[in-house]
């Protein structure tokens, strides 16, 4: 089943190749995770989506305390419920590869960490970011008064223009200044 | 500003978009973009003052962004500025529908706010805005879309301010079409290669990026269809073929690549820390395989081509002890310098081989290129990864970028989520204690330093001096058994002993240095680390020179054949530095790891101490290094070492570690790994083979040299072989003026020191720019505060205005009726000046005695009225009014009368006066008076002319100015009067019949009703 599901055609696949950072090889291999976690209905429909659990489901993905971020920041679905189209996926997997540039990393990462979606980082973002690096449980949370000091020494140093956020450009200033960022922004299948 | 925020009852996302223009939203934006626009903004016409002030505050939040915005913006920001203003408006709309629209109506906006450069000229915009705009979730998608995309990488323009503010659908559709257009435009007018990684850098999802792609494609085959030519063609054919090429390189790199899944497996459980060993580790690999390939082409195939056996003396067979002793039997082999013959290969029908110059260059080319390659890597390592530690780093960069998503394995990812939260609580425990330790305290850190310092320095040297005597031992031992020139195994194993030595060394004390982190308190863990590699550094390098003076100096007057016997030792010291290696990460992690889980507890899993395992690599380079002059095929060993070392750490850190307990800067630590490999490893190694070849003479027994002074002489000895054949004078000229010439090394040098010097000051101006920018960010981000607060305040008291529009207006009212009561009293003060006591309320006819000071009665009265009334003006405008109350000339009085009709002319004031009047139907004389002294004011207000030139008459002449006085009081009497209501009309005309004295003022009474009468005819 494998075989009749990675069939690509050329002509995308070279499309693919050129809009992405992936190389035919993962293009490939991509797409043939891809058609696993399709069901057989699926197959028929010209762009299938695959549901959101069923890509968290993929190993890369499992452990991930920010995996529905993820799912959330590259789905185009309308109902906005995660799930990915092919091309989605293939969107997610370049923004994490190798070779994507520091620039698509920290947007992408900007706006997983951005859990409203409003564009910039405030104390709300930053306290579930805490709360998903640490774990979200009771007894591993850090306590309310932790949480404040620690969610102002972020702001205090990462906040440059002083308006109580971290945006865009603030938060891609911070990651300039590390530069383990690049390789551990990574997923590779 | 987090206070602001909370006053605004959500997130300013507005304000924010100024920054966060760029951020695509596109992935969720459809439905997302419909919420965001429809939340704040997008309804925003019957909303309550808070939206109103959000929507205001963001509105002056534009401006600083509106200057240096591109031209598209200012554009878009005209109509977008009328919508405001009838957002504005909007809330007005409750008075505004009383009164009927006046042309200047927009000019209380202008007082209000032309102090921030706020211009509204579209006031029409109110009439012709529908209601509800709700820009469509397409649209707003994908404007977003290329918002994002122009920051990202295309347009180096100003960035728009324009937000999501709730710009009309077709402003949108506007933006995106221009932006979209210019987007293709500069995308067409790229080369293929350019272009199609200027597409894929941008931040957009794939459809999107489908979608300019093909834009673009279409655009660009349209262009060429018209000017299709045969080079163009061909051009695009080879770029073509080019890309198809590089991206089967990529693929093939990508194939090839050695231990890909096992990276991957490392890299899920341990995250990119560990990965960077091995990552090290293999480049290592790549090196020694670069260096075995070169070797074994260039030296040893021709060598094996003319000589395929080994001239081996009779007696010495191989007994399986040279595996770890390289002598004996291998003593004869190609595998060391003495292999090596010095002819010139190639008689009878091959073609001519000169070995000597063979072995040279190649040794030569290689450890250029190793020095060139180590350069690059290093100075793009430095570019890339160092960052300067800033001190000032602590938490943030952990949160926001330390998360390694390459972590997949579940375990992992708990203990990092585990280690990562114990390092967070303590490194905010760190912050509260913060506080500087008393002297005491510090002196003792200090001894503490400097006795592990100085303890660690002396081991180094005196490890590196009983290296020295060990050696001294060993060569007295060599020499006696040679004289006796019986090679029993014994002997043989004998030479094993100085490696042995040398390897535990380099095992133990390391182990014994990190016992040192006990008692030394780094303020910083990575200055731990550093200390840990300086003094590991200092200890193999010193050895290491040891080793290498014994050899320089001892060996190479000792022994008939030096170079073999240096290059025996070498390769005894590689593989007794594997076995240490191996026996290492026994002891070292898997007896620990056993201790720690089944013995004591307290100790727990170790870790894999990346650092002391890739300078355990840097140490076995850097012997290889040296080795490569003496010992040609040494890289073949090392290449075995490494390709089992790979699968050995692999397994005992599978087996045995658990994942670093602190996110290290791998990058970082990656950088300074890379420089210690090239500053001590390999320039000490370069040194050591450059002064073997310029120097030392080599052994006159054996090897390519024999015979030679030194080794460069093989090179003299060429190029005068050269200096006959014509072809190749150049060569020769190159040799002596170039190579051999000390002027060129001073010239060159002197223009290297003058190169660094001017970068040195380029980075120093480039630092100092840095700081300047830094400064500006935060005085940009101060600016906006301020102005934020600026229109909060602002936004606040029309708020209030708003709110308390009753209180305000009884306020007002209340302080109007005081004025005119001020008004009266100075005016009756003067008329009772005159005598005249019993006129004191409504009858003005005993003030006609008075022939000078009525009409200073009358100014008076005039500027107290419009002390009140600039008063109310002051009080709703929120700034001092200019005017004052002193003046009593005639200039004041024009003064004050303009300052009234300005103030009336504001429809506010024009609005609560009328409440006023239809509220107060009083009877009373007084109230009646002060209706007749307002209707008066309006009267005058609405006949500025008239005004004008009746001031100056009353002051001129005050003759006159009994009649006069006496028509103005009939005149506003009557209106008044008509204003409350007609019933009141009769009476007050019987009244002033009574009243007059004269026809005339009764005559203007009546022309002045009528007049009235019109006017108010024309208003309703």
Same mark, same amino acid.
């Given at each position: 089943?494998?075989?009749?599901?990675?069939?690509?055609?050329?002509?995308?696949?070279?499309?693919?190749?050129?809009?992405?950072?992936?190389?035919?090889?993962?293009?490939?291999?991509?797409?043939?995770?891809?058609?696993?976690?399709?069901?057989?209905? /699926?197959?028929?429909?010209?762009?299938?989506?695959?549901?959101?659990?069923?890509?968290?489901?993929?190993?890369?993905?499992?452990?991930?305390?920010?995996?529905?971020?993820?799912?959330?920041?590259?789905?185009?679905?309308?109902?906005?419920?995660?799930?990915?189209?092919?091309?989605?996926?293939? /969107?997610?997997?370049?923004?994490?590869?190798?070779?994507?540039?520091?620039?698509?990393?920290?947007?992408?990462?900007?706006?997983?960490?951005?859990?409203?979606?409003?564009?910039?980082?405030?104390?709300?973002?930053?306290?579930?970011?805490?709360?998903?690096?640490?774990?979200?449980?009771?007894?591993?949370?850090?306590?309310?008064?932790?949480?404040?000091?620690?969610?102002?020494?972020?702001?205090?140093?990462?906040?440059?223009?002083?308006?109580?956020?971290?945006?865009?450009?603030?938060?891609?200033?911070?990651?300039?200044?590390?530069?383990?960022?690049?390789?551990?922004?990574?997923?590779?299948? | 500003?987090?206070?602001?925020?909370?006053?605004?009852?959500?997130?300013?996302?507005?304000?924010?978009?100024?920054?966060?223009?760029?951020?695509?939203?596109?992935?969720?934006?459809?439905?997302?973009?419909?919420?965001?626009?429809?939340?704040?903004?997008?309804?925003?016409?019957?909303?309550?003052?808070?939206?109103?002030?959000?929507?205001?505050?963001?509105?002056?939040?534009?401006?600083?962004?509106?200057?240096?915005?591109?031209?598209?913006? #200012?554009?878009?920001?005209?109509?977008?500025?009328?919508?405001?203003?009838?957002?504005?408006?909007?809330?007005?709309?409750?008075?505004?529908?009383?009164?009927?629209?006046?042309?200047?109506?927009?000019?209380?906006?202008?007082?209000?706010?032309?102090?921030?450069?706020?211009?509204?000229?579209?006031?029409? &915009?109110?009439?012709?805005?529908? =209601?509800?705009?709700?820009?469509?979730?397409?649209?707003? &998608?994908?404007?977003?879309?290329?918002?994002?995309?122009?920051?990202?990488? $295309?347009?180096?323009?100003?960035?728009?301010?324009?937000?999501?503010?709730?710009?009309?659908?077709?402003?949108?559709?506007?933006?995106?079409?221009?932006?979209?257009?210019?987007?293709?435009?500069?995308?067409?007018?790229?080369?293929?290669?350019?272009?199609?990684?200027?597409?894929?850098?941008?931040?957009?999802?794939?459809?999107?990026?489908?979608?300019?792609?093909?834009?673009?494609?279409?655009?660009?085959?349209?262009?060429?269809?018209? %000017?299709?030519?045969?080079?163009?063609?061909?051009?695009?054919?080879?770029?073509?073929?080019?890309?198809?090429?590089?991206?089967?390189?990529?693929?093939?790199?990508?194939?090839?690549?050695?231990?890909?899944?096992?990276?991957?497996?490392?890299?899920?459980?341990?995250?990119?820390?560990?990965?960077?060993?091995?990552?090290?580790?293999?480049?290592?690999?790549?090196?020694?395989?670069?260096?075995?390939?070169?070797?074994?082409?260039?030296?040893?195939?021709?060598?094996?081509? +003319?000589?395929?056996?080994?001239?081996?003396?009779?007696?010495?067979?191989?007994?399986?002890?040279?595996?770890?002793?390289?002598?004996?039997?291998?003593?004869?082999?190609?595998? @060391?310098?003495?292999?090596?013959?010095?002819?010139?290969?190639?008689?009878?029908?091959? =073609?001519?081989?000169?070995?000597?110059?063979?072995?040279?260059?190649?040794?030569?080319?290689?450890?250029?290129?190793?020095?060139?390659?180590?350069? +690059?890597?290093? #100075?793009?390592?430095?570019?890339?990864?160092?960052?300067?530690?800033?001190?000032?780093?602590?938490?943030?960069?952990?949160?926001?970028?330390?998360?390694?998503?390459?972590?997949?394995?579940?375990?992992?990812?708990?203990?990092?989520?585990?280690?990562?939260?114990?390092?967070?609580?303590?490194? $905010?425990?760190?912050?509260?204690?913060?506080?500087?330790?008393?002297?005491?305290?510090?002196?003792?850190? +200090?001894?503490?330093?400097?006795?592990?310092?100085?303890?660690?320095?002396?081991?180094?040297?005196?490890?590196?001096?009983?290296?020295?005597?060990?050696? %001294?031992?060993?060569?007295?031992?060599?020499?006696?058994?040679?004289?006796?020139?019986?090679?029993?195994?014994?002997?043989?194993?004998?030479?094993?002993?100085?490696?042995?030595?040398?390897?535990?060394?380099?095992?133990?004390?390391?182990?014994? @240095?990190?016992?040192?982190?006990?008692?030394?308190?780094?303020?910083?863990?990575?200055?731990?680390?550093?200390?840990?590699?300086?003094?590991?550094?200092?200890?193999?390098?010193?050895?290491?020179?040891?080793?290498?003076?014994?050899?320089?100096?001892?060996?190479?007057?000792?022994?008939?054949?030096?170079?073999?016997?240096?290059?025996?030792?070498?390769?005894?010291?590689?593989?007794?530095?594997?076995?240490?290696?191996?026996?290492?990460?026994?002891?070292?992690?898997?007896?620990?790891?056993?201790?720690?889980?089944?013995?004591?507890?307290?100790?727990?899993?170790?870790?894999?101490?990346?650092?002391?395992?890739?300078?355990?690599?840097?140490?076995?380079?850097?012997?290889?290094?040296?080795?490569? @002059?003496?010992?040609?095929?040494?890289?073949?060993?090392?290449?075995?070492?490494?390709?089992?070392?790979? +699968?050995?750490?692999?397994?005992?850190?599978?087996?045995?570690?658990?994942?670093?307990?602190?996110?290290?800067? #791998?990058?970082?630590?990656?950088?300074?790994?890379?420089?210690?490999?090239?500053?001590?490893?390999?320039?000490?190694?370069?040194?050591?083979?450059?002064?073997?070849?310029?120097?030392?003479?080599?052994?006159?027994?054996?090897?390519?040299?024999?015979?030679?002074?030194?080794?460069?002489?093989?090179?003299?000895?060429?190029?005068?072989?050269?200096?006959?054949?014509?072809?190749?004078?150049?060569?020769?000229?190159?040799?002596?003026?170039?190579?051999?010439?000390?002027?060129?090394?001073?010239?060159?040098?002197?223009?290297?020191?003058?190169?660094?010097?001017?970068? *040195?000051?380029?980075?120093?101006?480039?630092?100092?720019?840095?700081?300047?920018?830094?400064?500006?960010?935060?005085?940009?981000?101060?600016?906006?505060?301020?102005?934020?607060?600026?229109?909060?305040?602002?936004?606040?008291?029309?708020?209030?205005?708003?709110?308390?529009?009753?209180?305000? *207006?009884?306020?007002?009212?209340?302080?109007?009726?005081?004025?005119?009561?001020?008004?009266?009293?100075?005016?009756?003060?003067?008329?009772?000046?005159?005598?005249?006591?019993?006129?004191?309320?409504?009858?003005?006819?005993?003030?006609?005695?008075?022939?000078?000071?009525?009409?200073?009665?009358?100014?008076?009265?005039?500027?107290?009225?419009?002390?009140?009334?600039?008063?109310?003006?002051?009080?709703?405008?929120?700034?001092?009014?200019?005017?004052?109350?002193?003046?009593?000339?005639?200039?004041?009085?024009?003064?004050?009368?303009?300052?009234?009709? *300005?103030?009336?002319?504001?429809?506010?004031?024009?609005?609560?006066?009328?409440?006023?009047?239809?509220?107060?139907?009083?009877?009373?004389?007084?109230?009646?008076?002060?209706?007749?002294?307002?209707? *008066?004011?309006?009267?005058?207000?609405?006949?500025?002319?008239?005004?004008?030139?009746?001031?100056?008459?009353?002051?001129?002449?005050?003759?006159?100015?009994?009649?006069?006085?006496?028509?103005?009081?009939?005149?506003?009497?009557?209106?008044?009067?008509?204003?409350?209501?007609?019933?009141?009309?009769?009476?007050?005309?019987?009244?002033?019949?009574?009243?007059?004295?004269?026809?005339?003022?009764?005559?203007?009474?009546?022309?002045?009703?009528?007049?009235?009468?019109?006017?108010?005819?024309?208003?309703?």
């Amino acid at each position: 089943m494998g075989t009749t599901a990675s069939q690509l055609r050329k002509d995308l696949l070279s499309e693919y190749q050129e809009l992405t950072f992936l190389t035919k090889q993962e293009i490939i291999l991509a797409h043939k995770r891809f058609s696993e976690l399709l069901s057989k209905e /699926d197959r028929n429909i010209p762009t299938p989506r695959v549901p959101m659990e069923k890509v968290l489901s993929l190993p890369e993905l499992k452990s991930n305390p920010f995996r529905k971020r993820i799912c959330h920041v590259f789905s185009t679905s309308d109902m906005k419920d995660g799930s990915l189209t092919f091309e989605d996926f293939l /969107d997610l997997l370049s923004a994490f590869s190798d070779s994507a540039t520091l620039e698509i990393k920290s947007h992408y990462a900007f706006r997983i960490f951005d859990f409203d979606d409003d564009g910039t980082l405030d104390g709300g973002d930053l306290e579930k970011l805490v709360n998903c690096l640490t774990g979200e449980t009771d007894d591993t949370r850090l306590t309310t008064e932790e949480m404040r000091q620690l969610i102002s020494n972020i702001l205090e140093e990462s906040d440059i223009d002083k308006d109580g956020t971290v945006n865009l450009s603030e938060f891609q200033h911070v990651i300039s200044r590390s530069p383990d960022f690049v390789s551990s922004f990574k997923i590779v299948l | 500003m987090s206070h602001y925020n909370n006053t605004g009852g959500y997130n300013n996302t507005a304000y924010h978009d100024s920054d966060t223009l760029e951020i695509d939203r596109s992935p969720s934006r459809k439905s997302q973009s419909q919420s965001h626009h429809s939340n704040p903004h997008g309804n925003p016409y019957p909303r309550d003052d808070g939206a109103a002030g959000e929507r205001g505050r963001s509105d002056l939040l534009q401006l600083p962004g509106g200057v240096q915005s591109s031209y598209d913006d #200012a554009q878009e920001r005209v109509p977008w500025g009328g919508w405001q203003e009838g957002s504005w408006r909007g809330r007005d709309s409750i008075p505004m529908g009383l009164l009927p629209p006046r042309s200047e109506s927009p000019r209380w906006q202008q007082h209000d706010l032309n102090h921030s450069g706020y211009q509204i000229d579209q006031a029409t &915009h109110y009439d012709t805005m529908p =209601p509800v705009r709700l820009p469509s979730a397409t649209s707003g &998608h994908v404007s977003m879309r290329f918002r994002g995309s122009r920051k990202m990488s $295309l347009f180096p323009v100003g960035e728009a301010a324009l937000g999501n503010l709730g710009l009309s659908e077709d402003d949108i559709r506007n933006e995106m079409e221009n932006e979209e257009h210019n987007l293709v435009q500069e995308l067409v007018a790229m080369s293929t290669r350019d272009r199609i990684k200027a597409i894929r850098d941008l931040p957009m999802s794939f459809d999107d990026k489908k979608h300019i792609r093909g834009q673009v494609l279409a655009l660009k085959s349209f262009k060429k269809s018209r %000017q299709l030519n045969c080079f163009s063609d061909c051009s695009t054919t080879v770029s073509l073929a080019f890309r198809r090429c590089g991206a089967n390189m990529t693929l093939a790199r990508q194939t090839l690549e050695l231990w890909r899944g096992t990276m991957k497996e490392v890299e899920g459980k341990f995250g990119t820390g560990v990965l960077s060993y091995f990552k090290f580790l293999k480049w290592l690999l790549m090196f020694n395989i670069f260096s075995f390939l070169v070797n074994f082409g260039f030296i040893t195939i021709p060598q094996l081509i +003319y000589h395929p056996t080994p001239d081996i003396p009779a007696g010495v067979s191989f007994r399986g002890l040279e595996i770890l002793t390289g002598a004996g039997y291998f003593s004869h082999t190609v595998m @060391y310098y003495g292999g090596y013959s010095n002819k010139t290969q190639g008689t009878g029908g091959w =073609p001519e081989y000169n070995m000597q110059l063979a072995y040279f260059f190649t040794i030569a080319a290689y450890m250029v290129l190793c020095g060139a390659a180590l350069i +690059y890597s290093m #100075a793009s390592s430095f570019r890339k990864k160092y960052v300067l530690a800033d001190s000032g780093l602590g938490g943030a960069w952990q949160l926001l970028c330390s998360w390694d998503f390459s972590v997949t394995n579940e375990k992992a990812v708990r203990q990092r989520k585990n280690n990562l939260r114990i390092q967070l609580k303590e490194s $905010l425990s760190e912050k509260v204690q913060v506080a500087l330790l008393p002297l005491t305290e510090r002196l003792k850190h +200090y001894g503490v330093f400097l006795g592990t310092w100085l303890l660690s320095t002396g081991m180094a040297l005196g490890c590196g001096a009983s290296v020295y005597f060990l050696c %001294q031992y060993d060569t007295s031992r060599t020499r006696k058994s040679a004289d006796k020139a019986s090679g029993s195994l014994l002997e043989e194993a004998a030479t094993l002993l100085l490696p042995f030595v040398v390897s535990l060394i380099n095992l133990v004390v390391p182990l014994f @240095y990190s016992l040192f982190k006990k008692i030394e308190h780094y303020s910083n863990p990575r200055m731990q680390v550093y200390a840990i590699i300086v003094r590991n550094v200092i200890l193999k390098m010193s050895i290491l020179a040891i080793l290498c003076y014994y050899w320089m100096k001892d060996v190479a007057n000792t022994f008939s054949c030096w170079e073999s016997i240096v290059g025996q030792a070498l390769y005894r010291l590689v593989i007794m530095d594997f076995l240490f290696v191996m026996l290492g990460s026994f002891f070292g992690e898997f007896l620990s790891n056993v201790i720690g889980t089944k013995c004591i507890q307290s100790l727990g899993v170790p870790e894999f101490d990346v650092a002391r395992n890739v300078l355990d690599l840097i140490y076995a380079q850097t012997l290889a290094w040296i080795g490569i @002059y003496f010992s040609p095929l040494l890289p073949v060993i090392q290449i075995i070492k490494f390709f089992i070392l790979f +699968y050995l750490k692999k397994v005992s850190l599978t087996q045995n570690c658990q994942p670093p307990r602190r996110a290290g800067r #791998a990058a970082q630590m990656q950088t300074i790994f890379i420089a210690i490999l090239f500053f001590p490893s390999f320039v000490g190694a370069l040194s050591m083979v450059a002064y073997t070849v310029w120097t030392l003479p080599p052994s006159d027994k054996c090897g390519p040299f024999r015979g030679l002074n030194t080794t460069f002489s093989a090179i003299q000895i060429w190029m005068d072989d050269l200096n006959g054949v014509d072809a190749f004078q150049w060569t020769v000229w190159i040799y002596q003026h170039v190579i051999r010439s000390e002027i060129f090394y001073f010239l060159v040098s002197l223009i290297i020191l003058v190169f660094i010097y001017i970068f *040195r000051q380029i980075t120093q101006g480039r630092q100092l720019l840095i700081i300047l920018l830094r400064q500006q960010i935060v005085n940009e981000g101060k600016d906006k505060a301020f102005l934020l607060e600026k229109l909060q305040t602002l936004q606040k008291s029309k708020q209030n205005k708003q709110k308390k529009k009753k209180q305000v *207006r009884k306020r007002q009212e209340n302080e109007s009726s005081t004025g005119m009561q001020q008004a009266l009293i100075a005016r009756q003060r003067l008329e009772q000046e005159n005598g005249d006591s019993s006129s004191s309320f409504g009858v003005p006819m005993p003030s006609g005695h008075s022939v000078s000071t009525t009409s200073s009665a009358m100014m008076q009265a005039m500027l107290a009225r419009q002390y009140a009334e600039d008063q109310d003006v002051a009080s709703y405008r929120g700034v001092p009014f200019p005017a004052d109350q002193t003046p009593a000339s005639s200039s004041a009085l024009i003064q004050a009368m303009q300052a009234r009709q *300005r103030a009336e002319s504001q429809n506010e004031d024009e609005f609560y006066r009328a409440p006023v009047q239809s509220q107060n139907p009083v009877n009373a004389l007084p109230s009646a008076m002060i209706q007749v002294m307002q209707a *008066r004011q309006r009267a005058e207000s609405e006949q500025e002319e008239d005004e004008f030139y009746r001031a100056p008459i009353h002051s001129e002449h005050p003759v006159s100015s009994t009649s006069s006085a006496m028509i103005q009081v009939m005149q506003a009497r009557q209106r008044a009067e008509e204003e409350e209501s007609e019933c009141y009309r009769a009476p007050a005309s019987s009244q002033h019949p009574d009243a007059s004295g004269t026809g005339s003022a009764l005559i203007q009474a009546m022309l002045a009703r009528q007049q009235v009468e019109e006017e108010y005819g024309d208003r309703y």
